[in-house]
């Protein structure tokens, strides 16, 4: 059984540019939420989505989006870089339709170098 | 919103005893333990869903006092392989979720 995966694992972007991050979750889940952490922080909740709509955001920028497919994979989108966004980003997955419905199993993450 | 954990940091010897604590100023609905190595992804322990309720997860085990919105984490005969940074996660809506400040936990020989 294939736990949450992220892709890539590694990206290095300029000021300015663009970037998405792939997450594909736990067999069973139907949940993806995404997490910025940085270097010595923890992480920090930037969305959720569910049934492909977004359920729930944290205190991030519009220049964060994401978005949910209908096999329960996720992207996220980060618009204009800036150089704070450098970051681990962690995707986590849960089932809202389990019992213990918030229960979450990360991923290895992305790690983001913003030059 | 961010719960507050106690100790910030903590150094113990193989064997000893370790308690972590998250406090939030927020109603709690869940409280989650994650163990976080450096470079690597949290790693889920366990989730308190009922107050008062403990949990256990081999020599781990957790509380969460509802009224108080406080958990606490228990490592009793600490192994190495127990060192990492320790975050409690908090929800209060069931659909966002908060990390704590973070316990970083190092057990020596």
């Known amino acids: 059984d294939a736990g949450v995966t992220q892709s890539p694992t590694h990206l290095i972007k300029t000021r300015g540019q663009q970037v998405t991050l792939r997450c594909s979750p736990k067999?069973?889940?139907?949940?993806v939420s995404w997490y910025q952490q940085a270097l010595g922080q923890g992480p920090q909740f930037i969305f959720q989505?569910?049934?492909?709509?977004?359920?729930q955001r944290g205190n991030f920028p519009d220049r964060f989006s994401g978005h949910q497919f209908p096999n329960y994979s996720s992207e996220l989108n980060v618009n204009a870089l800036l150089l704070g966004d450098s970051a681990l980003y962690l995707c986590?997955?849960?089932?809202?339709?389990?019992?213990?419905?918030?229960?979450?199993?990360f991923g290895p993450g992305t790690r983001l170098t913003v030059l | 919103q961010q719960p507050v954990q106690s100790p910030q940091a903590v150094i113990l010897r193989e064997g000893e005893d370790a308690v972590i604590n998250c406090s939030s100023s927020?109603?709690?609905?869940?409280v989650h333990w994650y163990r976080q190595k450096h470079g690597e992804a949290p790693v889920f322990l366990m989730i308190?869903?009922?107050?008062?309720e403990q949990k256990g997860h081999e020599k781990i085990s957790a509380s969460f006092n509802e009224k108080k919105q406080q958990s606490s984490l228990y490592l009793t005969a600490s192994q190495l392989s127990y060192s990492g940074t320790y975050f409690c996660?908090?929800?209060?809506?069931?659909?966002?979720?908060?990390f704590g400040t973070g316990t970083s936990l190092t057990v020596i020989p």
């Open positions: 986590a997955s849960s089932s809202l339709a389990g019992g213990s419905k918030d229960t979450q199993y």
């Open positions: 067999s069973g889940h139907d949940t």
């Open positions: 989505y569910y049934e492909e709509e977004e359920r």
């Open positions: 927020k109603a709690l609905y869940s």
């Open positions: 308190l869903l009922k107050g008062g």
């Open positions: 996660g908090a929800s209060n809506t069931g659909n966002q979720f908060y």
